[in-house]
C-alpha cells in the first residue's frame, strides 16, 4: 500500500504514526498512573478515617448494644470530611440482628459484596504474623453506574460489625477531565508531528527533488546540467558526487560526439570523393558490358566480374550516403497522395519481379507519404525476401482509418531465432564464415530507417506455416511529420534509395535493386 503514495506522504505517515504510538502510549501511562494515584489517595484517606472514627465511635459500645445507640454511632461516624455513609450491625440483647444506617435510602446491607462481607466476618488465628483476628477489607463496586467503595471491619472483642460506602464519582469526573485532556494533548502532538514531517520532508526531499529533476534534464540530453551544493551532509556529497560525474559523462559524450561527427563527415566525404571516379568508371563497364560478346572468351569474365563489383561498389556508395543523411538528420519527406496498390505494382515491375511475386492490395488504398522512400522500403522487403526466402513472395496491402499495413512473406526455411534481433542491424552478418556477399548489408537498415521517418516500423517474424514474415507499419498521413515538404509532383527526396537486401538472414546481401527512383533502375537485370 505505501509504495504507491509518494516519498513525501510516507514520510508524513511514518511521522504520525510515530508520533501518534508515542502520544498513545505517554496519554495512556500518564492516564493510568493518575487513575492509580487519585483513586489510591481517596481510598486511603477514605479508609484511614473510617478506622479512625471506628475506634472513635463503635469501640465503646457494649458488646450487645440497643439499636438506637448503634444508630447513633452510625450517624456520628457519617459525619466526617471524607463524606461516606456507615452502617453498624450488632446483635442486641433482645436478639436478632440490628442494622443501623446513617442514611438507610443510600446504603443497606445488601450493597455490601457478599465476597467482602465473608471476608470481614471471618476471624484468623493470631500469630506473629498476624497480630489481630479481624483485619479492614475494602472493595470498589459500581452501582447505577456509579462507582463507590465499600469498606468493612468487625470491632474486635465482641464489637458491632461496621461498613462504609463512598461514592467514587468527583474522582471519575476528575479522571475524565484528565482523559479529555490528555486526548486533545494527543491530537496537537499528532498534528504537531504532521507539521514536523512536512518540515522534515521539505527539508529532506528538495535536495531529492532537485536531483530528480537534474536526472530528468540529463535524459533530456542537457549534460550541462549543475546542482547548487551546500552543507557537508549526505545528500549534499551525493550532490556534489553528481556534478563530478555529470562533469565526466559531459567531457565523454563531448569526446564520443566530436568522433562520431568526425567518422560521419569521414563517411559522407569518403562517399561524395568516390563518386566521380565511379562514374567514370561506371561509363567505362557499361562500354564493355555493350562490347563483351566481341570481347575474347579469356577476357569476358574478368569483364562481367569488373561490371558487377563496380554496380556493388556504386550500390554501396550510395547506400552510405543515404545513411550519413539519416545519422545527420538532414533525411527529409516530399509528401504525396498516392494509390498503395499502384506504388507497390510499379516497384515490382520496375524490377521485372512480376512472376516472383503474388500480390494482394486493393486499388483505391491512398495514402500520404512519401513514394520515394516507400519504393525504396518495398525493394529491400521484397528483393531480401527473393534471395533469401525464394519464390513465391506474397506481398498483401491492408489499411484501417490511420494506418496502414504491408506483409511481405516468402516460402523459404525462416529467420533463425538467434538472428531474429539483428536483422535489421548495418552490415550485421548472419554467418562468419560468409562475410563477403553481393549487397550493401545496409539494405534492410534503410528500409527501417525510410519507415521510422514516416512515424512507421518494421517488424520480422517467422510464420507458424514456414517463412519470414516482415511487416511494414506507416500512417496514412504523416503530414505532421513533414508538414512543409509536400512536393504535388511526388518528387524525389534529398538522397537515394539503398539497396535491396540487408543480408541479415544468409550472411549476405541482395544487391543493388533500386537506385532511388520511383521506377527503379532501369539496367538491373532480372534474377
Not at 310 to 321: A, F, G, K, Q
Amino acid at each position: 500500500m505505501l509504495r504507491w503514495l509518494s516519498l513525501r506522504l510516507r514520510l508524513m505517515l511514518v511521522f504520525a504514526l510515530v508520533a501518534l504510538a508515542a502520544a498513545v502510549s505517554a496519554s495512556g501511562i500518564a492516564y493510568w498512573l493518575n487513575r492509580d494515584a487519585v483513586l489510591t489517595r481517596t481510598q486511603d484517606a477514605a479508609l484511614e478515617e473510617f478506622s479512625k472514627s471506628l475506634k472513635d465511635n463503635a469501640a465503646s459500645l457494649p458488646p450487645a448494644p440497643t439499636c438506637p445507640a448503634l444508630l447513633d454511632a452510625a450517624t456520628d461516624m457519617a459525619d466526617n470530611a471524607q463524606d461516606y455513609e456507615v452502617l453498624l450491625i450488632a446483635r442486641p440483647e433482645g436478639g436478632g440482628e440490628c442494622p443501623a444506617a446513617s442514611d438507610p435510602e443510600s446504603f443497606t446491607l445488601d450493597m455490601v459484596p457478599e465476597t467482602l462481607r465473608r471476608a470481614v466476618n471471618r476471624k484468623r488465628p493470631v500469630t506473629e504474623a498476624n497480630s489481630a483476628p479481624y483485619h479492614l477489607y475494602w472493595q470498589r463496586i459500581t452501582k447505577d453506574d456509579e462507582p463507590f467503595l465499600v469498606g468493612g471491619a468487625k470491632v474486635i472483642g465482641g464489637g458491632p460489625t461496621a461498613y462504609m460506602l463512598k461514592s467514587l464519582d468527583s474522582e471519575r469526573q476528575d479522571l475524565n477531565s484528565l482523559a479529555w485532556s490528555l486526548g486533545i494533548a494527543t491530537a496537537l502532538a499528532l498534528i504537531g508531528s504532521a507539521l514536523l514531517a512536512q518540515a522534515a520532508a521539505s527539508t529532506v526531499l528538495r535536495p531529492v527533488q532537485r536531483l530528480g529533476e537534474a536526472a530528468q534534464r540529463w535524459g533530456e540530453g542537457k549534460l550541462d546540467t549543475r546542482l547548487q551544493v551546500s552543507g557537508t551532509d549526505e545528500l549534499a556529497n551525493l550532490s556534489r558526487t553528481f556534478n563530478r560525474t555529470a562533469e565526466r559523462l559531459e567531457k565523454r559524450v563531448a569526446e564520443l560526439s566530436a568522433r562520431e561527427a568526425a567518422s560521419r563527415r569521414f563517411v559522407a566525404d569518403m562517399s561524395h570523393e568516390l563518386r566521380t571516379p565511379l562514374t567514370a568508371i561506371t561509363a567505362v563497364t557499361e562500354v564493355l558490358e555493350e562490347e563483351a560478346d566481341a570481347l575474347d572468351p579469356m577476357i569476358a569474365p574478368a569483364v562481367q566480374l569488373v561490371v558487377s563489383e563496380t554496380r556493388r561498389l556504386n550500390d554501396l556508395v550510395e547506400n552510405l550516403m543515404e545513411v550519413t543523411r539519416f545519422d545527420a538528420g538532414t533525411a527529409r519527406l516530399v509528401l504525396d497522395d498516392v494509390d498503395v496498390a499502384d506504388q507497390v505494382t510499379a516497384c515490382i515491375d520496375a524490377r521485372a519481379w512480376l512472376d516472383a511475386v503474388e500480390l494482394d492490395a486493393e486499388r483505391g488504398i491512398m495514402a500520404l507519404l512519401d513514394p520515394r522512400r516507400l519504393d525504396v522500403i518495398l525493394a529491400n522487403l521484397i528483393g531480401n525476401a527473393l534471395k533469401h526466402g525464394g519464390s513465391p513472395v506474397r506481398v498483401s496491402v491492408h489499411a484501417d482509418d490511420e494506418e496502414l499495413v504491408i506483409k511481405v512473406r516468402d516460402h523459404g526455411p525462416g529467420i533463425p531465432e538467434d538472428v531474429l534481433p539483428h536483422v535489421f542491424d548495418r552490415f550485421y552478418k548472419a554467418s562468419a564464415s560468409r562475410p563477403r556477399s553481393d549487397g550493401s548489408g545496409l539494405g534492410l537498415s534503410i528500409a527501417l530507417e525510410n519507415a521510422h521517418i514516416h512515424g512507421g516500423e518494421i517488424t520480422a517474424e517467422n510464420s507458424p506455416d514456414g517463412g519470414a514474415v516482415f511487416t511494414l507499419r506507416l500512417p496514412r498521413d504523416s503530414s505532421e511529420l513533414a508538414p512543409a515538404e509536400r512536393d504535388a509532383t511526388g518528387g524525389g527526396a534529398a538522397g537515394t534509395g539503398g539497396g535491396v537486401g540487408g543480408g541479415a538472414r544468409k550472411g549476405d546481401g541482395a544487391g543493388g535493386a533500386g537506385d532511388g527512383d520511383r521506377t527503379g533502375n532501369g539496367k538491373e537485370k532480372p534474377r
